[in-house]
């Protein structure tokens, strides 16, 4: 049973820092596409970042230079750290999975992930 879990989400004021952290379990999740994504309230959910097996990694326009997305598979752990944070940035922050042995690609479309987990809200304070 595939098991996502984020954690340090958090209030933070505009210019301030934050890192993401998504614990996945239950499955072989070294070679899986995985991804961020990010629901404002009365909004859709958008791909924020993504990474496949390859550690090729996409962004969001909105966000590129200040956040990075990285993977620790020993760790079994995806992260996303979130510099120069501004107010526009709060939102719950999901992560996601593709479930796949193997996913090579770019995928920030939130219905080409199987896998979610429960979000994490980030609140930033201009």
């Known amino acids: 049973q595939v098991q996502l879990v984020e954690s340090g989400g958090g209030s933070v004021q505009a210019g301030g820092s934050l890192r993401l952290s998504c614990a996945a379990s239950?499955?072989?999740?070294?070679?899986?596409?995985m991804g961020w994504f990010r629901q404002a309230p009365g909004k859709e959910r958008e791909g924020v970042a993504t990474?496949?097996?390859?550690?090729?990694?996409t962004y969001a326009d909105s966000v590129k230079g200040r956040f990075t997305i990285s993977k620790d598979n020993a760790k079994h752990t995806l992260y996303l750290q979130m510099n120069s944070l501004k107010p526009e940035d709060s939102a719950v922050y999901y992560c996601?999975?593709?479930?796949?042995?193997?996913?090579?690609?770019?995928?920030?479309?939130?219905?080409?992930?199987?896998?979610w987990g429960q979000g994490t809200q980030v609140t930033v304070s201009s």
């Open positions: 990474i496949d097996s390859d550690r090729i990694t």
């Open positions: 239950g499955y072989s999740d070294s070679g899986d596409c």
């Open positions: 996601a999975a593709r479930g796949f042995f193997y996913c090579s690609g770019r995928y920030m479309a939130s219905y080409e992930y199987d896998y």
